[in-house]
T-cell receptor
Framework: DTEVTQTPKHLVMGMTNKKSLKCEQHMGHRAMYWYKQKAKKPPELMFVYSYEKLSINESVPSRFSPECPNSSLLNLHLHALQPEDSALYLC??????????????FGQGTRLTVV | AQKVTQAQTEISVVEKEDVTLDCVYETRDTTYYLFWYKQPPSGELVFLIRRNSFDEQNEISGRYSWNFQKSTSSFNFTITASQVVDSAVYFC??????????????FGAGTQVVVTP
């Protein structure tokens, strides 16, 4: 089972709203990732969690707040977003962040629109 | 500096034609990993293959084949006898073994493949 599940699939939110994106995997992977993808562009790495600890933050604005409550779950809390934050948000997991275990499996993403 | 280059923005073919996607990478690490992902219109990135830098064997999986050449820093992908379901964006990606690169998957710009009946 190579499944990463993301909810919701679509989200429309106002600039003053607070919302959360959720991601779940049951593959026993210990690395989880958030990527942002704008239309016709490749995914851009936002955050990496390794063994439930934040290991990489790619200078993401503080209006995006990640959380990893346990080894299977990853959340992305959103607050006071801007219209330019509208994008596809992809969650991924891999066995590890190191070496041959870096092949990542992706969820279907959440299409976020900020109005 | 861009580490993965996919020079082809879009390739259009008629069904049953072969299509080759180019990927050129740049790294100073002696140990690294290369990947191909497929992204259909639904949005999910589907993992296709991983190739380790110390393994230059080419690989075939059904209609898919990959040609890894360290001498030219290329990892090209061929779809044989293309089908409409192959229509998608294909990304080549690089992961380096250096400690400060752990967890970082660097994607190329992607190549849109359009297969028409």
């Amino acid at each position: 089972d190579t499944e990463v599940t993301q909810t919701p699939k679509h989200l429309v939110m106002g600039m003053t709203n607070k919302k959360s994106l959720k991601c779940e995997q049951h593959m026993g992977h210990r690395a989880m990732y958030w990527y942002k993808q704008k239309a016709k562009k490749p995914p851009e790495l936002m955050f990496v969690y390794s063994y439930e600890k934040l290991s990489i933050n790619e200078s993401v604005p503080s209006r995006f707040s990640p959380e990893c409550p346990n080894s299977s779950l990853l959340n992305l809390h959103l607050h006071a977003l801007q219209p330019e934050d509208s994008a596809l948000y992809l969650c991924a997991s891999s066995r590890s962040t190191q070496g041959i275990w870096t092949e990542a499996f992706f969820g279907q993403g959440t299409r976020l629109t900020v109005v | 500096a861009q580490k993965v280059t996919q020079a082809q923005t879009e390739i259009s073919v008629v069904e049953k034609e072969d299509v080759t996607l180019d990927c050129v990478y740049e790294t100073r690490d002696t140990t690294y990993y290369l990947f191909w992902y497929k992204q259909p219109p639904s949005g999910e990135l589907v993992f296709l293959i991983r190739r380790n830098s110390f393994d230059e064997q080419n690989e075939i999986s059904g209609r898919y084949s990959w040609n890894f050449q360290k001498s030219t820093s290329s990892f090209n992908f061929t779809i044989t006898a293309s089908q409409v379901v192959d229509s998608a964006v294909y990304f080549c990606a690089l992961s380096e073994a250096a400690t400060d690169s752990w967890g970082k998957l660097q994607f190329g710009a992607g190549t849109q493949v359009v297969v028409t009946p």
